[in-house]
């Protein structure tokens, strides 16, 4: 599968950003979408993910303030990032992988860069304090 993140930029701290990311294939509501972000000198960290019904995680530096969502019929995901700080500054990442590896368990996290095996772009992210 292709995928395409926009929606990056620059904003103040506590402002807020949109992230997309536009998928090929007819598989897209199979799929386990996952948001990845990686500062310079930093290792590529998860930020969050959503599964084909829909399910969410996210890592605790983030929950309550963005959003991950889908729409099926556009083969679209989103992240909705407010209240954004300068610790979010990073190159923001798409993912993707088939929730028939693991059988659509709802147990496995989809946590890791191990568990996808097609990736975006990226997309740039700036806050300024």
């Known amino acids: 599968v292709q995928l395409q993140a926009s929606g990056g930029g620059l904003v103040q701290a506590g402002g807020s950003l949109r992230l997309s990311c536009a998928a090929s294939?007819?598989?897209?509501?199979?799929?386990?979408m996952g948001w990845f972000r990686q500062a310079p000198g930093k290792e590529r960290e998860f930020v969050a993910r959503?599964?084909?019904?829909?399910?969410?995680r996210y890592v605790d530096s983030v929950a309550g303030r963005f959003t991950i969502s889908r729409d099926n019929a556009k083969n679209t995901v989103y992240l909705q990032m407010n209240s954004l700080k300068p610790e979010d500054t990073a190159v923001y990442y798409c993912a993707a992988t088939s929730g028939s590896g693991t059988g659509y368990s709802t147990v496995h996290e989809y946590s890791t860069v191990h568990d996808y095996g097609s990736w975006g772009q990226g997309t740039q992210v700036t806050v300024s304090s």
């Open positions: 959503i599964n084909w019904i829909a399910g969410t």
């Open positions: 294939g007819r598989a897209f509501r199979t799929y386990v």
